[in-house]
Structure formats: C-alpha cells, structure tokens
C-alpha cells in the first residue's frame, strides 16, 4: 500500500540477561562445565504491531523501560527483530543519539562527510550542503577543531544538522529537543515543525504528554514491552496519565 | 525451469569439474617445474579435500536459503561512500602527528629490509642470490596479509559506538580495514622497487603481472578478515592468539630463509600454507621470470575463494548477533 509508511508486524526482541558477561573462551569453557551458561530471558518487546500512515506523526509514548527505544532502534535497523518483522516505506533518518558515529580525532569539516557517507548521502552531495549545514549549526569558527574538544552541546548541534541537512521521508525522533540552549531549541523545532508540514512521516517519542498532545494524531502506549492502547493521541494520553 | 538457485548451483558444479579436469591433467602440460614435483602432489591433495568441503559449504548455504537472501541487502552502491571515507579515515590517522607523514609508509619497509638484510644475508648468504628482493617480495605479502587479518579482526568490535547507534552494513568494517591495508601495500611496492633498482636486479617482462598474486592475497585476506572479525566479536581472547598464529605463519613462510633449508621430508607441507603459495607465485613473476602453471593459479584461486566463502558466510550468518555481544 502506498498510504503506509512504517508497518511493524509482530515484533518482539529477546536479550540475554546473564549476571556476569562471558569474555573469553577460558571462561566460556570453565561455565559451560560448571554448567552456569544459562540465561535469562528478558522479553523488551512483545508483539508489537501496528502501522503508521504516510505524512502522519505518530507518538510512541511509555514510562522507562516499556521498550521505546528498542523499538525505535528496530525500527531504524540498528536492532534486528527475534520475531516479526518491519516495513518501511520511504527513506529514513533518525534522529536517536545525535553525533553517533563521531571520530573524536577529526574535525568537523571531516566528521561531516565520514557522517553524511553514514546515512549513503555521496561525497560530492554533502560538499554541496556544506554551509548550509555549518550555518546552521552556527560552528564556523570550529571547522578545522577536532570534535573531542567540542563540547556536548556543539556535539548535538553537528549531529542535528547534519541528520536533517536532508530531506527524508520517514524520521524518527527521540527527546531531541533538548539540544542545545533554547535558541537552538526553537530553531529544531522551527525545523521538525517545516519538515512536517512538508510531509514526512514523523516518529516521536517523548515523556511531555504537552508535546505529544500538540504534535501528534495518533500515538501507541507501551508497557513493558506490550502494547497498551494504541489510536487516537488524546485517548493515549488519557490512558498513560492515569498511569 | 532455470531459477536463480540452480543456476548457482550449476555454476558450482562447473566449476568443480573444471578444477578436477585440471588435476588429471599431465604436470608437463599443465606447465609446472619438476623441482616442484612434491609440493604439488600434496597441494593437489589439499586442494581437492577443500574443494569438496566448499561446494558443501556452498550446498549449505543454499539450503539456508533464508540466509541467501538476506545477502541481496549487500546495498553496496550506498555505502560506497562511506567504504572510502573510512579508508581515507584509516589513511589520514595512521601517520597523524607524526612529522614525516605519509613517507614513513615508504620508509617502514625500507628499514625493515635494511635491517632483516643485515641479519639473515649473514646466514645464508650463499644460498640467496639477490637477498633484499627475495625477502622483501615475501615480506610484502606477508605483512599485508598479517597487517589487514589482525586489524580487521578487531574492527567490528571498534565500530562498537556506531553500531550500536545507527545502522550501517557490518562488512564494512573489516572491508575497509583491508582496503586501507592494500594501500599500505602499495607504498611497500614503491619501497620494493626502488630495492630492486638499487640492486641492479635483472628486469623480467613478468614482472608486470605482479598484481595477480597480489589479487588472490587481496581476497585471500578478506575471507580471513571477515571470518575473524565475526568471530572476535565471540571470543576476545581470538586476538591474543592470532598474534602468536601470525608470528608462526611467519616462520613457516619462507620469507627470510631458503626453502632448500627445510627438511625434504616436511618439504610437500608447504604446499598447504596459502601465503607460501602467494609469496611464491610472487618470487617466480619477480625473481626468475617465469609464469606460474595454470596448477598453481587454480591452488591460488582456490583458497582465495574458500577463504572468501567462508568468511563471508559465518560473517553473514552470524551478524546480528554483534550488537548483542559487543
């Protein structure tokens, strides 16, 4: 179908929670004939379904721990499902932990075409976004500095502008307006809010219910890795305050 | 009906058959030196079991036909990119700070040479005619191939921070790791033949097609890398013993000695070790000017692409796994 742009089908995730983790093939040898390689299985996901229209902004909203971001990592192909699978329609950026994949060693002008190469954007097209990227990030002075003396707020502010120097058709977002001091605050949103009504699919996670309530039409509430409520935003909301 | 599988499938068969065909083939014909005569009957014998267990490997693997498909998501044209901007990382950082740069990939193996030809010209200084360039040629290969494995083994484990963040194809990691080591390779040529010319070394036309043995080292090593890679991820202590296994290979690899030095009765093992074979295939184009037989080509080619086959399969099958373990 061409009006859905994310579908998650039956999606569940298992880890193994092992008390102490096995390092080495010594140790590996020594528990498996002490008979201690056994595991506990820990479900962060349950069979989660459900699909996201095409230009819609969808929240995905629970207390910590209910798997939100697992389920976003999922979704972004960092994680692959243990059982279900997920659809995507359309390119994606996520907008997760910005400046992931950052070399400390180089500098900015570097840590932008090695992080644009990330996302499969060519070297000749981040050459052409160059500027706008540093304008907006307000780092010219930094250019040729080495990003670990950056500090964590020039960090984001990089990661930000790079991720939406382009426009995708699917973004994912997690609690990332909180880059920066609030005048860069204001020019994410002003960002975020430009790319929605230019049509991009949006997934928002956030704990402000204010947020979800003004941004979103529809949500899904998760609690401990199982869908509680999923449909109309104020309905959601209405579910996840009474706890 | 002619599927995509059994079109593999007969590929795989042809190409075993011709393989076989070429083992019944007289040595005379099939070009190789008599001197020889012992090496290759023990490779052949090598050669033959490991062409058996590849095309299980390969039966295996499309049995596995889940796992088959998820190779279509290769998705290399996009990563492309990124394959190069982390070899140039690679390249950049490797002589960062230091105040002669980049001319220390050219002055490395020219030391070393330097010193080993003082040490070991020594020894045999006899038996060697030409030392510098008949240690060099298996230095060359040989640290290439030891360089790019131990690197790349540790390279998923490195790129922790970003996969665990974004997503991006796992190969890419050990597959840059040893296009950055081939471009070391390449400085280390430049070093070789400005020893070769210092030493007046008689110039053979086959010289030029030094880059064929450098190819099978090429996919040779990205097997290796592939494999150790994955399986770094598993067991760490993999790294420790592999520096012990690399310093072994070296010793049994004939770089710095004769191989008249070894024993006639351990002489047909050294048709099993494929960076002898490389090393080997090298020396003949450089230092006696002769093309190696299609028999040795085929050895070469074929532990090359058992090495790829496996590699890339445990590295495939064995993928989403790493973020779990890292």
Redesign the interface.
């Known amino acids: 179908m061409d009006q859905i742009a994310v579908s998650v089908s039956g999606v569940s995730m298992m880890?193994?929670l092992s008390k102490d983790k096995i390092?080495?093939?010594?140790e590996?040898v020594v528990k498996a004939l002490k008979r201690q390689l056994f595991f506990e299985e820990f479900w962060a996901l349950k069979n989660v379904s459900f699909t996201v229209n095409k230009g819609e902004v969808f929240g995905v909203m629970g207390l910590n721990g209910a798997g939100k971001s697992t389920l976003l990592k999922i979704i972004?192909?960092?994680?692959?499902p243990t059982k279900g699978s997920v659809v995507l329609n359309g390119e994606l950026t996520?907008l997760?932990?910005l400046g992931?994949?950052f070399?400390p060693?180089?500098s900015a002008k570097?840590n932008i075409?090695?992080n644009?190469?990330?996302?499969?954007?060519?070297?000749s097209y981040m050459a052409a976004k160059y500027s706008e990227i540093m304008d907006f990030a307000e780092l010219w002075e930094f250019e040729h500095v080495a990003v670990k003396n950056f500090s964590s707020g020039m960090v984001g502010r990089l990661g930000f502008a790079i991720a939406t120097s382009v426009q995708p058709d699917i973004l994912i977002v997690d609690e990332i307006l909180g880059v920066g001091d609030y005048k860069f605050q204001a020019k994410c949103e002003e960002r975020i809010h430009n790319m929605i009504s230019g049509g991009v699919t949006v997934l928002l996670v956030s704990h402000n219910i204010k947020t979800i309530k003004e941004m979103c039409s529809r949500a899904v509430l998760l609690k401990k890795g199982e869908v509680v409520c999923l449909g109309d935003v104020d309905e959601v909301c209405r579910v996840y305050g009474e706890g | 009906m002619l599927t995509k599988k059994r079109l593999a499938l007969l590929t795989i068969f042809m190409t075993m058959a011709c393989f076989v065909l070429l083992l019944f083939l007289p040595d005379s014909i099939a070009g190789e030196r008599r001197a020889e005569g012992k090496i290759i009957f023990f490779s052949k014998i090598g050669f033959l079991s490991v062409c058996i267990a590849v095309t299980i490997a390969m039966i295996l693997i499309l049995l596995f036909k889940r796992e088959f498909v998820r190779w279509q998501t290769f998705s290399f044209g996009?990563?492309k990119?990124?394959l190069?901007?982390?070899v140039k990382?690679d390249f950049v950082?490797r002589y960062?700070k230091s105040i002669l740069g980049v001319l220390w990939s050219l002055l490395n193996p020219l030391l070393t040479m330097l010193v080993m030809t003082m040490v070991f010209s020594l020894l045999f200084k006899d038996t060697i005619k030409n030392f510098p360039v008949y240690m060099l040629s298996g230095q060359i290969i040989y640290l290439f191939f030891s360089e790019s494995t131990t690197r790349a083994m540790g390279s998923v484990i490195a790129g922790e921070?970003?996969?665990?963040?974004?997503?991006?194809p796992k190969y890419i990691f050990p597959v840059s790791n040893v296009l950055s080591s081939l471009t070391n390779l390449g400085f280390s040529l430049l070093a070789f033949l400005f020893v070769f010319l210092v030493t007046r070394a008689p110039f053979y036309w086959t010289m030029l097609l030094i880059p064929i043995p450098i190819i099978y080292t090429f996919i040779f090593s990205l097997g290796i890398a592939m494999l150790l890679s994955a399986m770094a991820v598993f067991?760490?202590?993999?790294t420790y013993l592999y520096g012990v296994f690399c310093m072994l290979l070296m010793y049994l690899s004939a770089i710095f000695y004769p191989i008249s030095t070894i024993p006639e009765k351990y002489m047909p093992f050294m048709g099993l070790n494929p960076i002898y074979q490389y090393i080997d295939y090298f020396r003949n184009l450089v230092l006696v000017g002769e093309i190696p037989g299609l028999w040795k080509n085929a050895v070469c080619i074929g532990f090359a692409l058992i090495a790829l086959c496996c590699g890339v399969y445990v590295f495939m099958t064995k993928q989403?796994k790493y973020?779990?373990h890292l």
Do not use: C, Q, W
């Open positions: 880890f193994n390092k080495g093939l010594k590996y972004a192909g960092v994680f692959r996520p997760l932990e992931a994949g070399d060693e180089f570097d075409f090695i644009g190469a990330m996302f499969g954007h060519p070297t | 996009r990563y990119y990124l190069f901007n982390l990382r950082s960062r921070g970003i996969i665990k963040k974004v997503y991006v067991f760490r202590d993999l989403d973020i779990l």
